[in-house]
């Protein structure tokens, strides 16, 4: 059954039983959360966004309006979903042929934007922080921290956990200029030195 806790959900929107939903979560209009989905807390879900049973979502996530999350994605904490960006989770889909809920995951992690009109071919992992370009096409793993886009989507450049763009010097080291955390760069592998 639905979890007890308490969230807030749109008259006009489908909670199917049973599912978790965490407490402070909001699901606005003619949305639709099918049984079996798993919702964390203080998430939102703008105007029809639809969840599909084999999901995870993690806490304070933000999926704005015209998302359908299919099953095999899972989102961890922090991930923002821009406008009408896309998720597939069937390589070579047929109507004659059905997969009988037999897909591809895709994980996109902690802290990673996707930008609106984006599609995420499935079978990919989005790494943390990372951040995909409006109507970009991703058909490949993308690494924590990298700035891409275009089709396909391709890294242009890094980006810090706050989401300002970061500069690596001839020494491999930045300091973001807005928060001043420290990262280091090693081939396409960003870390936050701490």
């Known amino acids: 059954m639905v979890s007890d806790t308490k969230y807030f959900c749109h008259k006009s929107s489908y909670i199917d039983e049973p599912c978790e939903i965490g407490e402070g979560t909001k699901i606005w209009h003619f949305s639709h ?7 964390g807390k203080n998430c939102s879900l703008g105007q029809n ?17 015209n998302v359908s999350i299919y ?5 961890e ?12 989770n069937d ?5 004659k042929y059905p997969k009988h809920g037999v897909y591809l995951p895709t994980l996109v992690k902690e802290g ?7 599609t995420i071919v499935c079978g990919t992992i989005i790494g943390r922080h990372a951040f995909i370009g409006s109507g970009s096409v991703v058909t490949k793993d993308i690494p924590d921290y990298a ?31 807005s928060c001043e955390k420290t990262y280091a760069k090693n081939g396409e592998q960003v870390q936050e030195k701490k």
Not at 77 to 88: A, E, I, K, Q
Not at 91 to 95: E, H, I, L
């Open 33 to 39: 959360v099918m049984a079996g989905a798993k919702i």
């Open 49 to 65: 966004v639809n969840v599909s049973s084999k999901t995870a979502i993690g806490n304070d996530v933000k999926i704005q309006n």
């Open 71 to 75: 099953d095999g994605v899972t989102l």
């Open 77 to 88: 904490d922090y991930v923002f979903c821009g406008p009408s960006m896309v998720f597939t």
């Open 91 to 95: 390589m070579n889909p047929r109507s």
């Open 112 to 118: 990673a934007s996707i930008g609106a009109n984006a």
């Open 147 to 177: 700035l891409v886009y275009g089709n396909p989507a391709r890294v242009h450049g890094w980006i810090c956990e706050c989401g300002e763009k970061i500069d690596f010097g001839s020494d491999n080291t930045c300091v973001c200029k």
